[in-house]
């Protein structure tokens, strides 16, 4: 009897079969899609082949291990606790969760419904036993180890393309991300792949003619967002600039509009608190939309604007 006077439910006993747990990571290069069939076929090969048992169902996420609320994963749970496998099978231990504590708190839980968890990567490795259990523990431990070097390497990445003239992200409304190779790239001994923003044909004069509008200084954000709306114009996201209500009020989406007039990157600079580097000290190798000169006299009437109170 649990201590609020409930008895605890008894989980159902495990039908005979495998339970197949894909998760392929947020910070993974390869596609979701070919990631997951190598999984499968390692567990296949590994454990599938050998095995007498019915293969249940797949489980999968797209997601980093450090998350425990993943969908598929809880499912996976769910599923378990109502006995509808006796076995669980990832690639290795890391793609099962890559907080040890979280992992081996779920092993346990899944050893006490009679469920075994197995890696195709050591089939013969067995979570449970206090010897495996050790070896299982380290691979957490790498597995940690690894995400926090490529956490760092990443950053060093970013911030060496940064200090090049190039932009790390998503492009800002007006440009567009572009990726493939360049005439230097195709010429190197790697051939690598480069990436990098240019203006979008088909929204670049709509920001032409917002900064146009800003520069005269006699408009307000909310009326140059009403400007823009008049035109037909919306944000790259889909939104108008003007929200009108079922009552007919009007009201004026100058949030976004106000992070874009004070975004170096339309200027041709690249500016990034994290690594250091302040307006016009790195010039960006991407095609500026407006000069450096009419960016400062719009961040002037920016600032006048919030002075007055009309800043909205």
Known sequence: MAADGRKKRTPAPPQPGWAIY????????????????????????SLLDSSDLPVYGEYIDVLTGKDPRRKGYQRMLADARAGKFSHVVVERADRFGRDDTEALRAIDELHEFGIAVRFANSPDLDPIDPDDRVLVTLTFALARRESALMGIRVKGGLKAKR?????????????????????????????RISHWIEPDPDRAHIWLEAWALLLTGSMSLAEIAEALNAKGYCYRSGKSFVIVSKTGKRKPLTDVLL???????????VVSACDDIAPKTIRGNWEPLISTEDFEAGLAILDRLQRDGSDK
């Open 22 to 45: 894909l998760r392929t990571s947020s910070d993974e290069n390869q596609k979701p899609e070919l990631s997951r069939e190598r999984q499968r076929t390692m567990i296949q090969i």
């Open 259 to 269: 992070r874009a007039f004070q975004d170096w990157t339309y200027a041709g600079w």
């Open 163 to 191: 200090e090049s003239g190039g932009y790390a992200g998503r492009a800002p409304d007006g440009y567009l991300n572009m990726r493939g190779q360049t005439e230097f790239d195709k010429r190197s001994d790697m051939g």
